[in-house]
């Protein structure tokens, strides 16, 4: 799906909600952009938009401890930005799916018109 195609689309799903969306859905689409709100679960879902890869490799790339990477990949898998498959004793973490690609990638095109 092309970025205009897409935003076309997110753009008709919105205008389709009748008034303002109830305080739940507002409560959780602002509980998600938190978790966009950390610099460290920033470069983790960078790192894995370019490759999926384990803890080690993601700690061995940022320069932190596998113990820091472990929790910030909870949260971002608790927020269904990020699934894991298991390979061999190692899981393997990858985004979930096209949507967190195309939140990132809106994001960072958004930032860099202004750069």
């Known amino acids: 799906m092309s970025n205009k195609c897409s935003h076309e689309h997110a753009k008709e799903m919105l205008n389709n909600l009748d008034g303002i969306p109830n305080d739940v859905l507002l409560c959780d689409v602002s509980d998600l952009f938190k978790v966009f709100g950390?610099?460290?679960?920033?470069?983790?879902?960078?790192?894995l938009y370019k490759s999926e890869m384990s803890v080690n490799a993601i700690s061995d790339m940022l320069g932190m401890q596998q113990s820091a990477i472990s929790h910030q990949l909870k949260i971002l898998k608790d927020n269904n930005l990020v699934s894991?498959?298991?390979?061999?004793?190692?899981?393997?973490?990858?985004?979930?799916d096209d949507?967190?690609?195309?939140?990132?990638?809106?994001?960072f095109e958004h930032i860099m018109e202004e750069h």
């Open 38 to 47: 950390d610099t460290t679960r920033m470069k983790i879902l960078f790192v």
């Open 84 to 96: 894991s498959r298991r390979e061999g004793k190692t899981m393997i973490y990858a985004l979930s």
């Open 99 to 107: 949507h967190v690609y195309q939140i990132l990638a809106q994001g």
